[in-house]
T-cell receptor
Framework: DAGVTQSPTHLIKTRGQQVTLRCSPKSGHDTVSWYQQALGQGPQFIFQYYEEEERQRGNFPDRFSGHQFPNYSSELNVNALLLGDSALYLC?????????????FGAGTRLSVL | AQKVTQAQTEISVVEKEDVTLDCVYETRDTTYYLFWYKQPPSGELVFLIRRNSFDEQNEISGRYSWNFQKSTSSFNFTITASQVVDSAVYFCALSEYSGGYQKVTFGTGTKLQVIP
């Protein structure tokens, strides 16, 4: 049973570029949440997708957008990259968006913006 | 607004010592869930435990134990007889319903170093 998988593992971009990160949820899960984790900080909630729609959003600008596909996989897109976007981006999956549900995390994508 | 505070940024202990990681949370909801996750250097957050707001029973799992006190809004985590493999960053998280959907807030984490 595959867990949450994210790709790519590492990514290097320059300021102003755009990036797409991908996430495949754990088998049987239908909800995907994205988090940004800066060095030495806790994960910060970006947004959550359920039934192919964004259901919750954290305090992130519109440069951060996402998508969920019919197979529940998801993408995170970041436009006009800034140096401050350098971080570990974590994807978490769960079964339905209930407060009691455990979120299972992938190993993340390490994004470096130069 | 929900908030999770982990005041201990870094803790170092010698192997076999006991260590307690503190977590204090803020919420206006009466129904909520608390979690602890472990993040080893590989980066993946590993789920350790979930506790709902109506269950204040302490829980023990091997060398791990958790103390939930609603009166002080705390959910502390104790590792007994620590081992080098326990070295990691530990996160406490609060999960609530927000607009009908789950919203999870993480603390800033406590980095635990167990010295052999």
């Amino acid at each position: 049973d595959a867990g949450v998988t994210q790709s790519p593992t590492h990514l290097i971009k320059t300021r102003g570029q755009q990036v797409t990160l991908r996430c495949s949820p754990k088998s049987g899960h239908d909800t995907v949440s994205w988090y940004q984790q800066a060095l030495g900080q806790g994960p910060q909630f970006i947004f959550q997708y359920y039934e192919e729609e964004e259901r919750q959003r954290g305090n992130f600008p519109d440069r951060f957008s996402g998508h969920q596909f019919p197979n529940y996989s998801s993408e995170l897109n970041v436009n006009a990259l800034l140096l401050g976007d350098s971080a570990l981006y974590l994807c978490a999956s769960s079964l339905q968006t209930l407060a009691k549900n455990i979120q299972y995390f992938g190993a993340g994508t390490r994004l470096s913006v130069l | 607004a929900q908030k999770v505070t982990q005041a201990q940024t870094e803790i170092s202990v010698v192997e076999k010592e006991d260590v307690t990681l503190d977590c204090v949370y803020e919420t206006r909801d009466t129904t909520y869930y608390l979690f602890w996750y472990k993040q080893p250097p590989s980066g993946e957050l590993v789920f350790l435990i979930r506790r709902n707001s109506f269950d204040e029973q302490n829980e023990i799992s091997g060398r791990y134990s958790w103390n939930f006190q609603k009166s002080t809004s705390s959910f502390n985590f104790t590792i007994t007889a620590s081992q080098v493999v326990d070295s990691a960053v530990y996160f406490c998280a609060l999960s609530e319903y927000s607009g009908g959907y789950q919203k999870v807030t993480f603390g800033t984490g406590t980095k635990l170093q167990v010295i052999p």
